[in-house]
């Protein structure tokens, strides 16, 4: 019993850290302050700063310098396109002929094996290319809330609730939320 014990805690252990990490979803938040404009995702958001997180360091940012905050989802997920194939075998190239032979319409030849690598392999690159510029236009998605602070601690505490509920730190921890609020609530 003691053996199966010890073979089945990790992996319920592991099941259970799987599941909660699933549940949070990374929210990119651009804050525009006088002079600067800060990207990255959004980590924390407390009373008095807000934290983001960019690919190299964590940025603190205090309430009373945000001007405006723009919070952006995003996609994970973009499905590659053919844009274009090359086909040449294809039913609208061939028609069959009273002998019922194969035969190109418009009395075209058979195209030769360079003719017909050659085309694959530029309508392979032309379709790349095609998925790559669409799926970083993809990658990021529209505007989930903008708020407008300008400066004013009132407008920040107003949309605190808000920017914790996109926060990665109220994602993992959502009780975290209530002593934000009774942390507000003290200061008003």
């Not at 003691?2 to 990790?10: G, Q």
């Not at 700063?49 to 996609?75: G, P, W």
């Amino acid at each position: 019993m003691k053996k199966l014990l010890i073979i089945l805690l990790p992996i319920i252990v592991c099941f259970f850290n799987n599941t909660a990490s699933a549940q949070v979803k990374p929210y990119l938040a651009v804050i525009h302050t006088n002079n600067e404009t800060f990207k990255g995702l959004l980590y924390k958001a407390s009373a008095d700063s807000i934290c983001i997180k960019d690919e190299q360091k964590t940025l603190f940012i205090c309430a009373a310098e945000v001007k405006t905050i723009e919070i952006r989802s995003i996609n994970k997920n973009s499905k590659y396109r053919r844009y274009s194939n090359y086909d040449p075998y294809n039913d609208r190239f061939v028609k069959v002929s009273k002998k019922m032979v194969p035969v190109r319409k418009w009395g075209e030849k058979d195209p030769t094996i360079e003719e017909e690598l050659s085309g694959r392999i530029v309508t392979g690159f032309y379709n790349a290319a095609l998925n790559g510029i669409a799926s970083s236009l993809n990658l990021f998605g529209g505007s989930v809330s903008f708020m407008e602070i300008n400066y004013n601690k009132e407008n920040y505490y107003k949309q605190l609730a808000n920017l914790n509920y996109h926060s990665i730190e109220h994602q993992l921890n959502p009780e975290l939320n209530e002593s934000t609020q009774q942390v507000l609530a003290k200061g008003n």
